[in-house]
C-alpha cells in the first residue's frame, strides 16, 4: 500500500514540475517512472501459507569445539 501511495505522489510532484518548468510534449516519459513503480506495487504477491505456520528455527549445532566428546566405561568394568 505505501509503495501505491509514493507511486501516485511521485507522479503528481513529476507532472506538476513538467507543467510547471518543462516540456510536457518532450518530457512525457518522465511519468513512467511512477507508472512502473505502481505496477510494481500491485503486483501478486506469493504466499505459500499463513505467517503463524513457520517452521520452527532448529538450535545450532556447535562446530567449533575442539574437546574431546564425553566417553563412558563399559557396565562390566564398573564392577
Known amino acids: ?5 509514493t507511486a501516485s505522489w511521485l507522479f503528481v510532484l513529476l507532472l506538476a514540475g513538467l507543467l510547471r518548468v ?9 511519468l513512467l517512472v511512477p507508472v512502473l513503480w ?3 506495487a500491485l503486483r501478486p504477491r506469493r504466499s505459500s501459507r ?3 505456520s ?3 528455527i532448529p ?6 569445539t575442539v574437546e574431546r566428546p564425553a ?3 563399559p557396565r562390566d568394568e564398573w564392577g
Open 50 to 52: 499463513p505467517p503463524d
Open 71 to 73: 566417553l563412558r566405561r
Open 22 to 30: 518543462g516540456d510536457l510534449s518532450v518530457q512525457w516519459p518522465v
Open 1 to 5: 500500500m505505501l509503495g501505491l501511495w
Open 54 to 56: 513457520w517452521d520452527p
Open 38 to 40: 505502481a505496477l510494481v
Open 59 to 64: 538450535p545450532p549445532t556447535r562446530t567449533d
